[in-house]
T-cell receptor, first 111, second 114 residues
């Protein structure tokens, strides 16, 4: 069974602080996605990375795919209360049509 | 576009009852899937479909059936509900984009089995 481990599980920080969330696996993925989920709603796709070493930026969010395509990180600069939510990573192994989800990182940004 | 819609939003079943969770998308996506989300376990894939008439099992298929007669609809059937099926169920659809996929989730169905 493929596993995607996310760390930390919980994170509570003050507005304006920076943070990094990690997503690690022993499996190689053809693509990896990051989602944000708010209470009572479905996950919303933030980014997809497909190339080892790839870095993508989305405003204050920076996503990196590991060179070996086994891990990824999400860095948030100057966090805001609107960043509060559950962050999920999901990886797909080539040709399987299946995305495996990590267990999530629950972020709370305090004003 | 309504995106991915799911009904009902909430459901309470007694053990042994059956029901169907509805999912529809209006984006003409070939690929659709069902996930369940439990505390501390992320989302787990139940079943998926790569097009009308084609379905396959995910990680946790036992106790669930699916069929895909049209591109738009992908219902999930619980054959005989058990308390272990208490969960939040999400339907998703996706299309190829940029070497990966863009995946859209519905708002979810919160199911309680007593």
């Amino acid at each position: 069974t493929q596993l995607l481990e996310q760390s930390p599980q919980f994170l509570s920080i003050q507005e304006g602080e920076n943070l990094t969330v990690y997503c690690n696996s022993s499996s190689v993925f053809s693509s990896l996605q990051w989602y944000r989920q708010e209470p009572g709603e479905g996950p919303v796709l933030l980014v997809t990375v497909v190339t080892g070493g790839e870095v993508k930026k989305l405003k204050r969010l920076t996503f990196q795919f590991g060179d070996a395509r086994k891990d990824s990180s999400l860095h948030i600069t100057a966090a805001q209360p609107g960043d509060t939510g559950l962050y999920l990573c999901a990886g797909e192994t080539s040709g399987t049509y299946k995305y495996i989800f990590g267990t999530g990182t629950r972020l709370k940004v305090l004003a | 576009n309504a995106g991915v819609t799911q009904t009902p939003k909430f459901q309470v079943l007694k053990t042994g009852q059956s029901m169907t969770l509805q999912c529809a998308q209006d984006m003409n996506h070939e690929y659709m899937s069902w996930y369940r989300q439990d505390p501390g376990m992320g989302l787990r894939l139940i079943h998926y479909s790569v097009g009308a008439g084609i379905t396959d099992q995910g990680e946790v298929p036992n106790g669930y059936n699916v069929s895909r007669s049209t591109t738009e609809d992908f219902p999930l059937r619980l054959l005989s509900a058990a308390p272990s099926q208490t969960s939040v169920y999400f339907c998703a659809s996706r299309f190829p984009a940029g070497g990966g996929y863009e995946q859209y989730f519905g708002p979810g169905t919160r199911l309680t089995v007593t």
